[in-house]
């Protein structure tokens, strides 16, 4: 009984000081409500002008700039002097707008579809 003791000794002062670990008080999590601008505007003004900064530095940007007749330089500063409301209102209009055209496209490809399908059906005489 005694070896046992012995040869057990490091596991019981392990379970020991493990047990006092536990009992040792840590501090918790603080939580706190956000407000409803904070929640509903994730995105900062800080963020939403580089952002728009990046899309007016791209080229095809400023050539499409200067045929409306605005200076680049202009479009810049007009960026600066928004709110981050007006800054999240425009954000969300370039975030709605259609990445690669209007869809023709994908209409033409639909209509060619059908029309290829319909000489296969008539070249195979399924197709009266």
């Keep these: 009984m005694i070896a046992a003791r012995r040869k057990g000794q490091p596991v019981f002062f392990l379970m020991i000081t493990l047990a006092l670990l536990i009992s040792i008080p840590y501090q918790s999590a603080v939580a706190a409500l956000i407000g409803t601008e904070t929640a509903m505007n994730p995105a900062n003004g800080a963020d939403v002008r580089e952002r728009l900064k990046q899309y007016l530095s791209r080229e095809d940007v400023r050539t499409a700039l200067l045929a409306q ?27 709605k707008l259609p990445a690669a055209g209007d869809g023709l496209g994908l209409v033409i490809l639909a209509l060619l579809i059908v029309l290829l399908v319909i000489v296969i059906l008539k070249v195979s005489g399924k197709l009266r």
């Design 69 to 95: 007749g605005i200076d680049p330089a202009e479009a810049n500063a007009r960026i600066e002097s928004l709110t981050d409301s007006e800054l999240s209102q425009v954000a969300g209009q370039i975030d």
